[in-house]
């Protein structure tokens, strides 16, 4: 990779070439892969319970209604914003004194990949199983302990990467993730949600779905946690035996979050010192909550305004994988060539753009023209997009997951350039923190223009409000170490 040009007004690390951001002997390739394999661990998370199929399933059916459905949806994370904003920075804050960051990854597995498994009981009222309360309060553990694993996975990126390899291989970890994505959604696809349907592609396909799911009983929905939490706990091994940890300091646990506390405190009180990072991290919290409910209600929005039902909601997902696959790549050349913060107002610019030309799209109005689809009649004889409007709204969104993705690969990339190399855990805590302390807002204002003007169109557009802020905020930030506070 090429090191960042002098005018992207990086400022020399103190790490020499041959050492990591952080300091210290950057990880071999095979600690690197191993670091890179936990986002592809993690992955179907996002893809199968976060974004694509379970909330379409608990909007449309357990809920019944996809308007009422978004909203509760909304709530639950908005409710995990609150937490992530009380405790990432203090987690960030001990995992500094304590040095080691992979047993908390450890901690972090063993909660989510339970918790997973239990959305299996997720089923529609008439049905029995987990009450609604319960099914959110299981989303909130999840998307909140999600948020506390980028802390530490995130942090040890610093200390395993040299200054000029960074950039590249947070690409390469976002890529191989996003390529997780291709892989348990082509699965879900083919061999669950097209069998359900009694689609078979001439005989290529299975009969019924994998391993026996009854779709009466919403088990092609439902496998969905499971498989999530399998995925977790397998593809999570190479980081256990491959990645080298920091050493550790040998503090106890209980001396540890007193010391964490202060120095959160201490931070906050000398928030001068690192007033830049300060600008970036609420730049970052603007724009990030707004692609973060991009993706979280990209589904949703679909399925509600154009219909789909699982079957095509897996398809779009599968198409937009490669494009996200590519965007990290994209991002990370970016990144090493341009410099993070010129590469950050591109992505985040050219989402806002992207933004408005998906919101201008209905089942029967393309860019706020109204088209009349019963006289056009479908495009293609393809059983999945038959609409001009549904074409065009996938190629946009193709476009979106480029540009989103490449903004997650830059924006960590950018935070270990500039983060005290001594409180790196700490800093990454605060940008978990900026992650997701908007969450209540970005949630929530999806909520409320959703329930004010009861419509999905409006509530998924307000997300501009959040990109166009954060866009703004970073035309201050400069991309320069700051010193430890001290």
Not at 10 to 30: C, F, I, L, Q, Y
Not at 98 to 108: E, F, N, S, T, V
Not at 200 to 226: M, S, V
Request: aromatic share 12%.
């Amino acid at each position: 990779m090429s090191k960042v040009p002098a005018s992207s007004g990086v400022s020399s690390d103190a790490a020499g070439d041959d050492h990591s951001v952080t300091g210290e002997m950057p990880a071999g390739k095979r600690g690197q892969l191993g670091w890179a394999l936990f986002d592809f661990s993690r992955s179907p998370y996002l893809s199968l319970v976060y974004i694509f199929v379970f909330p379409p399933y608990f909007a449309n059916t357990i809920i019944g209604d996809p308007v009422r459905g978004q909203e509760a949806w909304s709530f639950a994370n908005t409710m995990v914003g609150v937490l992530v904003a009380l405790l990432a920075p203090l987690l960030g804050a001990i995992s500094d004194r304590m040095g080691r960051r992979k047993p908390w990854l450890a901690l972090i597995v063993a909660v989510m990949a339970p918790c997973c498994c239990v959305l299996w009981y997720a089923m529609p009222g008439a049905q029995g199983g987990l009450s609604v309360n319960t099914i959110l309060l299981l989303i909130v553990i999840l998307a909140s302990c999600f948020q506390f694993s980028e802390v530490f996975y995130n942090s040890i990126l610093a200390s395993i990467a040299t200054p000029q390899r960074i950039g590249g291989l947070s690409g390469l970890g976002i890529s191989i993730g996003n390529l997780g994505t291709l892989i348990a959604l082509i699965v879900m696809l083919f061999g669950v949600a097209m069998p359900a349907s009694g689609i078979t592609l001439g005989g290529l396909l299975p009969a019924h779905p994998l391993f026996g799911l009854d779709p009466a009983a919403q088990e092609h929905n439902r496998i969905a946690g499971p498989a999530a939490g399998l995925w977790l706990v397998v593809f999570s091994v190479p980081l256990w035996l491959w990645t080298p940890d920091r050493p550790s300091t040998g503090v106890t646990a209980g001396r540890a979050i007193r010391e964490g506390l202060n120095q959160v405190w201490f931070t906050i009180k000398r928030a001068r010192q690192v007033a830049n990072v300060g600008r970036y991290l609420l730049a970052r919290m603007l724009y990030t909550d707004g692609k973060v409910a991009i993706l979280a209600y990209t589904g949703i929005y679909a399925a509600g305004v154009f219909h789909w039902d699982l079957p095509t909601v897996l398809v779009f997902a599968v198409l937009l994988s490669p494009f996200s696959i590519a965007g990290g790549l994209i991002g990370g050349w970016f990144d090493d060539h341009l410099g993070s913060r010129r590469s950050i107002q591109l992505s985040v610019g050219a989402t806002c753009i992207g933004m408005v030309a998906s919101v201008s799209i209905t089942h029967d109005q393309i860019f706020f023209m109204p088209y009349d689809v019963a006289a056009a009649g479908p495009f293609w004889s393809f059983p999945y997009f038959r609409t001009l409007p549904e074409i065009t709204y996938v190629a946009i969104t193709m476009l979106l997951a480029i540009t989103i993705t490449a903004a997650f690969c830059i924006s960590r990339t950018m935070m270990a350039r500039i983060a005290p190399v001594s409180m790196m855990s700490q800093f990454f805590g605060l940008y978990a923190l900026s992650g997701t302390a908007t969450g209540f807002l970005g949630h929530a204002g999806v909520a409320f223009f959703t329930s004010t003007f009861h419509s999905q169109r409006a509530g998924f557009a307000s997300t501009l409000i959040l990109l166009i802020a954060g866009l703004i905020v970073m035309h201050w930030v400069r991309e320069e170490r700051s010193e430890a506070v001290v």
